[in-house]
């Protein structure tokens, strides 16, 4: 009995085949995959500021002392401008908590802080909403919450 060895491998045609379906793949996943990471950022980081905003809060009504956050590029005192922190009252770069937990804006209704990539893409933008009650509220750019037009992120 004789054993015939067979050669294996790809043929060409099989090749070219595998080559485009990775190729079709890799056009079609990329921009999905760009605003995945883009959008999972930008969220990280509106949530890391509604956690620093309601600690903030916290500590002005367990300390019974005002309690300020804003932007800083040294630790220790408030920076004037942010590329990416704006908010919609122009003359609100940080946020005062008083020793009941209320955060006075100095306008009569809710300030938004938008959050967003550079350049500013609307699509990964998203807001904290900051009333003068001291809530907060996170939203993405466009959306209204609680069916309110005061909320809205725009």
Same mark, same amino acid.
């Given at each position: ?31 999905t995959f760009k605003y995945v990471t883009a959008s999972n950022r930008v969220a ?19 300390a019974g002392q005002p309690v300020t956050i804003c932007t800083s590029t040294n ?22 908590? &008083?020793? !009941? +937990?209320?955060?006075? /804006?100095?306008?009569? $209704? ?6 967003? @990539? ?12 900051? &009333?003068? !009650? +001291?809530?907060?509220? /996170?939203?993405?750019? $466009? ?6 037009? @005061?909320?809205?992120?725009?």
């Amino acid at each position: 009995m004789t054993l015939e060895k067979r050669c294996t491998g790809f043929t060409l045609f099989e090749l070219i085949v595998v080559v485009t379906i990775v190729g079709i793949l890799t056009a079609v996943g990329t921009p999905t995959f760009k605003y995945v990471t883009a959008s999972n950022r930008v969220a990280s980081e509106v949530n890391s500021l509604l956690g620093d905003m309601q600690f903030a809060r916290s500590q002005a009504v367990k300390a019974g002392q005002p309690v300020t956050i804003c932007t800083s590029t040294n630790g220790t005192a408030c920076a004037a401008t942010s590329v990416t922190f704006q908010a919609t009252a122009a003359n609100y770069s940080y946020a005062t908590y &008083n020793r !009941m +937990g209320y955060a006075p /804006t100095g306008v009569a $209704g809710v300030v938004n802080i938008q959050l967003h @990539t550079n350049p500013s893409n609307n699509q990964w933008t998203r807001c904290v909403a900051v &009333n003068p !009650m +001291g809530s907060v509220v /996170t939203e993405k750019y $466009g959306d209204t919450k609680f069916g309110s037009a @005061t909320t809205s992120c725009q």
